[in-house]
């Protein structure tokens, strides 16, 4: 397949990439470097385009591109910057994406898989945990409105022009490469301190729980995305598995084979204390299942900030 990756220089989009070309996957990137790093992804193997989504250059070079499909990672993540600036979330996230969703309709691209978020539920009850995708949808943020808006434009191409989709909710994604910001940022900042012998601080009591899925398995959620005859439908990738912070923290240990004692700090007002994903859909629809367990992912992740603030 010919496959374009929207903010592939990303996190998950360098996972993604180097699976599709290992793969043997035809693979161009898409990305405007805002957050992405080219560095992060291999030296070659297949089409870089430094562009913005927004812009009409890549509008115009995704038509005349001749994909199969497309995998929608491009867009802002931060909850936090939606609810300083409302438009420049709904000009990252909705805008965007109908300029790339315009440009694969006029070419014929067949799918388009779309990266959404666990916040496109907001602030659920621990009574429906387990988090399964027919729950209604009622963000708390922008970030999470822009996302769950994307998802009824996908909806409404498919009705309208034939566009097939794939929507995937991801849990709390981590691994290699991975910023300090995200869903799934609090291992990234704990495997950097941990790979510079600094100590980890846990804001509240460290019973909060996190649904903890490594970006290798959503980058397999990905490729089972691409190829599944159950589209136009919406996926969780998950672990459907609760770890709270203080697990995570000697999960830690034994991946780096000391014990570790994080400091405690009043807990941050307006965090989710619970929180998990089903994924049985994706599992029975997609045959994807997470393969990664999470004392490997976080051993792989240590590793990879060791060897980074080693150079």
């Known amino acids: 397949m010919e496959i374009l990756v929207t903010g592939g220089a990303g996190f998950i ?7 599709l070309l290992a793969l043997g996957h035809g693979v161009t990137v898409l990305d405007n470097l805002s957050t992405g790093v080219r560095e992060h992804l291999p030296v070659d193997g297949f089409a870089f385009w430094e562009l913005d989504d927004r812009a009409p250059e890549a509008r115009a070079r995704i038509a005349a591109g001749h994909f199969d499909a497309v995998v929608h990672l491009a867009g802002q993540t931060m909850v936090d910057a939606s609810i300083r600036d409302p438009h420049f979330d709904a000009s990252e996230n909705v805008l965007g994406t109908v300029n790339v969703l315009e440009a694969a309709r006029e070419s014929g691209v067949k799918r388009v898989i779309f990266a959404s978020t ?3 539920y907001g602030d659920v009850t621990e009574d429906v945990l387990p988090v399964a995708e027919d729950l209604p949808l009622a963000p708390l943020s922008f970030y999470g409105l822009t996302k769950v808006t994307v998802e009824h434009y996908l909806a409404l191409y498919q009705k309208l022009y034939g566009l097939d989709y794939v929507v995937l909710r991801f849990a709390n994604v981590y691994g290699e490469r991975q910023g300090d910001k995200g869903e799934g940022g609090v291992i990234s900042i704990f495997a950097k301190r941990i790979a510079s012998g600094q100590g980890l601080t846990i ?10 899925i490594y970006a290798g398995d959503i980058a397999s959620g990905i490729v089972h995305a691409l190829t599944t005859e159950h589209v136009n439908t919406a996926y969780n990738l998950s672990t459907q598995t609760e770890t ?5 923290v000697a999960i830690f240990g034994k991946a780096v084979g000391r014990e570790l004692h994080p400091a405690h700090q009043p807990a941050r007002e307006g965090d989710i204390y619970r929180s998990t994903l089903a994924n049985e859909k994706a599992k029975a629809l997609m045959g994807w299942q997470p393969e990664v367990p999470l004392e490997e992912g976080l051993r792989r992740t240590v590793a990879y900030f060791a060897s980074v603030s080693s150079v």
Do not use: E, I, P, Y
């Open 203 to 212: 804001f509240g009591d460290g019973g909060q729980t996190r649904d903890f």
């Open 118 to 120: 666990a916040a496109a």
């Open 244 to 248: 709270s912070l203080n697990d995570l």
């Open 13 to 19: 989009g360098s996972h993604l990439v180097r699976l």
